[in-house]
């Protein structure tokens, strides 16, 4: 049965039909902080996310498990006239529909908000697409990689004059799906004071561009569109990753202050009187030289000297970790942002934390993903059917338990 949940979000409940990344990412944070989130995977094969098995865990997908904790399980066959059924009485039951299908696709299956919003008038009904519910490209597919070309993300990212590149990780789904969970969140405390559902609307496209706030305040100030700038900051320096002698080392030089604490900590306190260096305007307009400069300095001794060096004169710094050391460092563990699940077939594996932590209600990691209709029969009784029900729509494929 059920948990009993106890984050600020205990009470939600949740049908979550997507797949892949920006969808799953709205519902696992909602599941975090205690929504009763059930995911509806379509049939057969369920989140296409489930075939990505490089890596995997005893034949189950590592992606997938990473994407999905916290959350039930139940395969429905949408095309299926039970399937709809079945999906719009649980909809007369939910608070809140996520969904991350191409724009138009659930309107075609006769579920769309209107249908929706009918059986169900608190619906709140959240769509993340690739471009939106509006516009010339409301009905265009998206992927991570597209909206970050679409939006000029790609144009930003990587070293000046190399080839377009795309940010190392899926940064407008994994956006798009933090804001699809903001605006649940806020369309949940209106319905909490009228009652009254509501469609929220975000897309890929929406996610990136929103990442662009620097860029399009000198865009919308000057008119001209930034250039890659590798580590470096657009608008202040010393500010990017620099060499020491055994890797490298991001220090923040991001005011008068901190520049001045730099320059002693290296050694080298006239800098901060050299007219090429001794405003933010003047650093960036030499910023070649003064990379070279602090490099030559930092590369005779090691990330841990200088860390311990910039500690104590109060600058902000920190060593480029590998994705192994950023994961075992003793400063994300004792955030919980490593934990510990037992899943019925991959056995015991590892997963993200919750990266909001609440005092009075704090978030709960307790379920391992889902297999593919785990969790089928429990909330088909859950809903109002018994088992000769659930056995009958089985035999006649509209649902399917593992």
């Keep these: ?16 039909l997507t797949q892949i990344m920006s969808g799953p990412t709205c519902g696992q944070l909602l599941a975090d902080m205690g929504a009763d989130v059930i995911k509806v995977e379509k049939m057969p094969g369920g989140d296409d996310a489930r075939g990505y098995r490089d890596p995997a865990i005893n034949g189950v997908s590592a992606p997938f498990m990473m994407m999905n904790r916290n959350k039930r399980g139940l395969a429905i066959d949408l095309k299926h006239a039970d399937g709809k059924a079945i999906l719009l009485r649980m909809v007369e039951k939910a608070d809140v529909l996520v969904e991350n299908f191409r724009g138009g696709t659930l309107d075609k299956l006769g579920l769309g908000y209107e249908a929706l919003r009918a059986a169900n008038p608190g619906l709140i009904y959240c769509a ?12 265009k597919g998206g992927f991570d990689l597209i909206a970050q070309g679409f939006a000029g993300l790609m144009s930003i990212t990587g070293e000046p004059n190399r080839p377009p590149v795309k940010n190392g990780n899926a940064v ?17 405390v209106h319905k909490l004071k009228t009652g009254e559902g509501q469609i929220v609307d975000t897309s890929l496209s929406d996610a990136a561009l929103q ?5 399009a305040a000198i865009f919308f100030a000057t008119g001209r569109s930034s250039t890659p700038t590798g580590s470096a900051h657009v608008l202040t320096a010393p500010y990017q990753a620099f060499e ?25 306190p006239e800098w901060r009187e050299d007219p090429r260096f001794s405003s933010n305007r003047d650093r960036m307009a030499h910023l070649d030289e003064l990379v070279t400069l602090m490099n030559g300095v930092l590369r005779t001794q090691t990330r841990a000297h200088w860390q311990a060096a910039f500690d104590a004169a109060g600058v902000p710094a920190g060593p480029v970790h590998t ?15 490593v934990v510990e699940l037992e899943h019925p077939q991959a056995g015991k594996t590892q997963a ?51």
């Design 1 to 16: 049965m059920n948990e009993k949940k106890t984050g600020p979000l205990a009470g939600m409940r949740v049908l979550e």
């Design 128 to 139: 993340i697409s690739g471009y939106g519910r509006t516009g010339p490209y409301a009905d």
């Design 172 to 188: 407008s789904d994994m956006n798009a799906g933090i804001l699809g969970a903001l605006g649940i969140v806020a369309a949940y």
């Design 211 to 215: 990442q662009l706030y620097w860029h």
């Design 244 to 268: 020491a002698s055994d890797g490298w080392i991001n220090i923040g030089g991001a005011n008068q202050t901190n520049w001045e604490r730099i320059a002693e900590v290296l050694g080298h």
């Design 323 to 337: 994705v192994g050391e950023a994961l075992t460092h003793p400063q994300t563990l004792a955030r919980g942002m």
């Design 352 to 402: 993200l934390g919750c990266p909001i932590h609440f005092s009075a209600t704090p978030a709960q990691i307790t379920r391992p993903a889902p297999l593919l209709g785990q969790h089928t029969r429990e909330l088909m009784k859950e809903f109002g059917y018994d088992d000769a029900q659930v056995d009958d729509f089985i035999s006649r494929n509209a649902i399917a338990e593992s």
